[in-house]
């Protein structure tokens, strides 16, 4: 028979481990999931990068409540909030494809265009993400943005567009999302 703990359990052992052993989170994270897995206790329902000092949620429980949610309205056929989320997982894969268009991938041609399409999309695209910037300044959606516009960034005239049109707004994500560590990580590469 399989053992399973829930969240709260493995987070206390974790703390228990850092408080009366004087670990480090890393080594609190490894000996307790080292103790759980000699008990034969099933893991695969454990968020096992602890949220330490933060009093937050972490980001997957976040997500799983705000599907909880999504699921309910889907059954109250709630359809403005279906279809906001419609929009913002659209929104989401267009920018994953123009990412990945910026890639190279042809492993068999020595010199790849990459450059170039990033350099092409960039200059077609560049005011229509910094205006989507502009628009979302809240996550999942801005760190997405931040990400494609950094990918879009490969010559010094796209960098200063970026700079001229979308500082401003920047700073205003940065400022706004200054405790979200992904979104402050996409912010730096632009």
Do not use: W
Not at 144 to 164: G, N
Request: hydrophobic share 45%; aromatic share 4%; charged share 25%.
């Amino acid at each position: 028979m399989v053992r399973v703990i829930t969240q709260e359990t493995y987070d206390d052992v974790v703390k228990e481990n850092m408080d009366e052993f004087d670990m480090s989170p890393e080594e609190a994270i490894k000996e307790a999931i080292a103790q759980f897995e000699a008990q034969g206790v099933d893991l695969s329902n454990i968020i096992k990068d602890l949220n330490l000092n933060t009093g937050e949620e972490h980001q997957v429980s976040l997500t799983v409540k705000k599907l909880k949610e999504l699921s309910n309205a889907a059954q109250n056929n709630d359809e403005p909030i279906l279809e906001q989320l419609n929009i913002l997982v659209f929104i989401s894969e267009c920018l994953q494809v123009i990412r990945k268009l910026t890639l190279d991938d042809d492993v068999r041609v020595e010199f790849g265009k990459a450059h170039e399409h990033a350099r092409e999309l960039g200059a077609e695209l560049l005011d229509t993400l910094t205006r989507l910037l502009e628009n979302n300044m809240k996550p999942p959606l801005v760190s997405d943005v931040m990400c494609t516009i950094a990918c879009l960034l490969v010559r010094h005239e796209l960098c200063a567009v970026a700079a001229e049109r979308g500082a401003a707004a920047l700073f205003t994500v940065l400022a706004d999302n200054y405790d979200d560590v992904t979104v402050v990580h996409q912010a730096t590469k632009l």
